[in-house]
């Protein structure tokens, strides 16, 4: 919760991207992240991960964030999954591992290289569209691309319930461990929060059923209108032809 | 009249929630629902709110059964919705748009309102309610008192002939209370048909000049506040009255009373 309230904070703050159209945003992040998707080289997704890098600057968005926030995680779990190709791909020898006697290739090593740099640069523009962009304007912004409605809508309450429940979740263990004196046995720690996640799938059955009857009791019928408010200024459409021209640059230089 | 039930039962998550409930609303009438928890007074304002059917009986309203096929047309179904109102008592149930404006604007926009009236509608009743600030905000995130007022603007904001207000004065602090609770009594100048569902009797003479009582998911007492406030047995047996030990000065007794209300000095 802390860092969804962090994020609208620095979504209403005076940087670069905060200043743009969300949608103009929102269509610039989509076709750099298709560029990184379909670049065939390492030079193109470095270059669009230092483009990340320095829009994420100029957005008043802090190297630390970037790398305490994203890129730890990502690494984690993505060098999980590229490890195995420095020492599995069949190549020429680039060096041996000390002590392990693990032959790493330039085959093995340009793979693993080109796995982190597409997940890195895809994974940091979508943290700057939405460190950049109310949530909120995200919804709205997908609704003009004609996102269908109930999409867009089940977006919308899977975000608000989320928060809800961690809400009640908090509460709850706020409750238990105001009752607990020291760490409770494993088998009573299990049951405990199996018997938490219960309730709070109970509650939110319950929140669900009532938020439904309270749109209907405001006129919902199936579909969703939204007061679309977005106006295109002279710096979107200079930012929208900035993302096409970069966008169709990255994806020509990385043809080969 | 606006509303007419007869013997009406309706079941409710699993629970008889209403059992055989004859009542008549009059145009322009400030009702109060009184009961303890689970006496059946959230369940009856759903229905009079056309998002449940009874099991049994009948709810008209201004001549009209409630029923599912009455509301399959959109043009009963969006008439209906623009002349009668409910605000939940949980609002977090009440809170599911993005922003502030959004949430006030989505009845208006739910209902085909223009731009401009939409726009201009819903910056009144912000102002009106006090939220105009909150425009922006998340409402989740906003405090109980103000989430309160957000719920109540979302409603009011379509001006509807019928408010229907579920515990409107729960969880809020003293202050948030007397003010919610003046603007619903001078809301269009009182000319509204109002039925409030509260089990709170010290603001019972404020915002109603007719008192039902339930218990049980049954009638058991229709008439004036004063002449309901008066009779002690029956709040008694309807769970709305508890004898508790009060310290005085000195010495300590127990009697029951009314919260809100003060009581002899000497005791009963």
């Known amino acids: 919760m802390d860092r969804a309230r962090e994020a609208e904070r620095r979504a209403g703050t005076r940087g670069l991207l905060q200043q743009l159209d969300p949608r103009v945003k929102l269509a610039g992040v989509l076709a750099l992240v298709a560029a990184v998707a379909l670049a065939r080289n390492l030079a193109t997704l470095a270059f669009l991960l230092l483009l990340a890098v320095v829009a994420a600057s100029a957005s008043r968005l802090p190297l630390r964030l970037l790398v305490t926030r994203l890129w730890l995680g990502t690494l984690a779990f993505t060098g999980i999954i590229a490890l195995p190709a420095l020492f599995t791909t069949p190549g020429q020898e680039w060096f041996t591992l000390p002590g392990a006697g693990l032959i790493v290739t330039v085959q093995g090593a340009t793979s693993a290289a080109y796995l982190l740099l597409r997940v890195l640069g895809a994974a940091t523009l979508a943290f700057l569209l939405v460190f950049t962009t109310p949530w909120t304007h995200v919804l709205k912004a997908l609704r003009t691309f004609r996102v269908p409605a109930v999409a867009v809508v089940v977006l919308g309450m899977t975000w608000r319930y989320i928060l809800v429940l961690l809400q009640a979740a908090h509460a709850m263990f706020d409750a238990r461990r105001s009752r607990t004196v020291g760490p409770l046995p494993g088998p009573v720690r299990r049951r405990t929060t199996a018997a938490a996640a219960g309730v709070l799938l109970e509650r939110s059955m319950r929140l669900s059923q009532d938020v439904f009857l309270a749109m209907q009791s405001r006129g919902f019928r199936g579909e969703v209108h939204v007061a679309d408010q977005f106006r295109m200024r002279p710096r979107d459409w200079a930012a929208l032809g900035a993302f096409a021209v970069l966008a169709t640059l990255c994806v020509w230089m990385g043809r080969q | ?268």
Not at chain 2, 75 to 103: H, I, K, W
Not at chain 2, 209 to 217: A, F, I, K, S, T
């Open chain 2, 1 to 268: 009249m606006v509303y007419e039930l007869s013997d009406v039962t309706c079941r409710y998550q699993d629970v008889t929630a209403l059992r055989g409930l004859s009542l008549s609303i009059e145009a322009g009438s400030r009702v109060a629902l009184v009961g303890a928890n689970g006496s059946g007074k959230s369940t009856l304002l759903r229905l009079l709110d056309g998002l449940l059917f009874p099991d049994a009986g009948l709810v008209r309203y201004r001549g009209t059964p409630l029923t599912e096929a009455a509301f399959a047309p959109d043009g009963f179904a969006y008439s209906f919705r623009r002349q009668v109102g409910l605000v939940f008592q949980d609002a977090d149930a009440q809170l599911f748009n993005p922003t502030v404006f959004d949430e006030v604007a989505f009845g208006p926009l739910q209902l085909g309102w223009g731009r401009d009236e939409l726009h201009a509608r819903v910056g009144e009743t912000m102002e009106k309610l006090r939220v105009a600030h909150l425009r922006d905000r998340v409402p989740q995130r906003l405090s109980t008192g103000e989430k309160k007022r957000v719920a109540l603007a979302s409603v009011l904001v379509l001006d509807p002939d019928v408010l229907l207000l579920d515990e409107p004065a729960a969880g809020l602090d003293p202050r948030s209370e007397s003010e919610v609770i003046d603007l619903l009594v001078g809301w269009a100048g009182g000319a509204k048909t109002v039925v409030t569902a509260t089990h709170d009797l010290g603001a019972l003479e404020d915002i109603a000049d007719r008192c039902c009582v339930l218990n049980d998911g049954r009638l058991v007492a229709d008439a004036a506040p004063a002449v309901i406030l008066a009779d002690l047995p029956l709040l008694q047996r309807a769970n709305l009255v508890h004898a508790h030990r009060h310290t005085h000065p000195g010495r300590q007794h127990s009697h029951p009373h009314l919260h809100g209300h003060e009581h002899a000095r000497d005791g009963a």
